[in-house]
């Protein structure tokens, strides 16, 4: 069974900051998912890691999959307010579904 | 419409009390999924159609819990003999596989 982890499951920094968000996953996969979620709103794709090795940025968010470890990280470079939400990876299982990971809580603080 | 649409957007209901939540998924996407999502935990895994077929319904939790596909495009998800516990917002998405999945806003269910 396809198990996700994210660490840490809480997140408080400083604006500023840089910090990174960890997902492992127990058995092979073809890709890997970073959402975002607001309060009370649905899930809003960031990125979509297909191989290993790949990195993707976008903005203060950049994100990379490490696909022998089963390891993708989310790093948040020179926080700001904004990037306040709840951060889920989810990992393909056998191009059907997505099984999300336990989700990081990050709030910045000024 | 451009997105994934799902109906209501809240629903509040007694328990033991059956409830239908609706699933509209982005035109020409063929594969839909369910997700359950309860309160501080990641969005969990419930039941998955390609056209109208249940390709997987291994997430769905017991009996009470069934959905349908019929014309291969809208979907409902019954619940019949509600409990408490069934609260949660449930999410649908769907995609062109092996496209990227793009999710509703959820419909959030109360069980009093």
């Known amino acids: 069974e396809l198990k996700v982890e994210q660490n840490p499951l809480f997140l408080s920094m400083q604006e500023g900051k840089n910090y990174t968000i960890y997902c492992n996953y127990s058995t092979t996969s073809d890709r890997l998912y970073w959402y975002r979620q607001d309060p009370g709103k649905s899930l809003e794709s960031l990125f979509v890691?297909?191989?290993?090795?790949a990195v993707k940025q976008e903005g203060r968010l950049m994100a990379s999959l490490d696909t022998k470890a089963r390891l993708s990280t989310l790093h948040i470079t020179a926080a700001v307010h904004d990037l306040s939400a709840t951060y889920f990876c989810a990992v393909d299982h056998n191009t059907d579904k997505l099984i999300f990971g336990t989700g990081t809580r990050l709030q910045v603080f000024p | 419409g451009a997105g994934v649409s799902q109906t209501p957007s809240n629903k509040v209901t007694e328990k033991g009390k059956y409830v239908e939540l609706r699933c509209d998924p982005i035109s020409g996407h063929t594969a839909l999924y369910w997700y359950r999502q309860s309160l501080g935990q990641g969005p969990e895994f419930l039941i998955y159609f390609q056209g109208t077929g249940a390709a997987d319904d291994s997430g769905l939790p017991n009996d009470r819990f069934f959905a349908v596909r019929p014309e291969g495009s809208v979907s409902t998800l019954k619940i019949q003999r509600t409990e408490r516990g069934d609260s949660a917002v449930y999410l649908c998405a769907s995609n062109d596989p092996p496209g990227e999945l793009f999710f509703g806003e959820g419909s959030r269910l109360t069980v009093l």
């Open positions: 890691l297909l191989s290993n090795g």
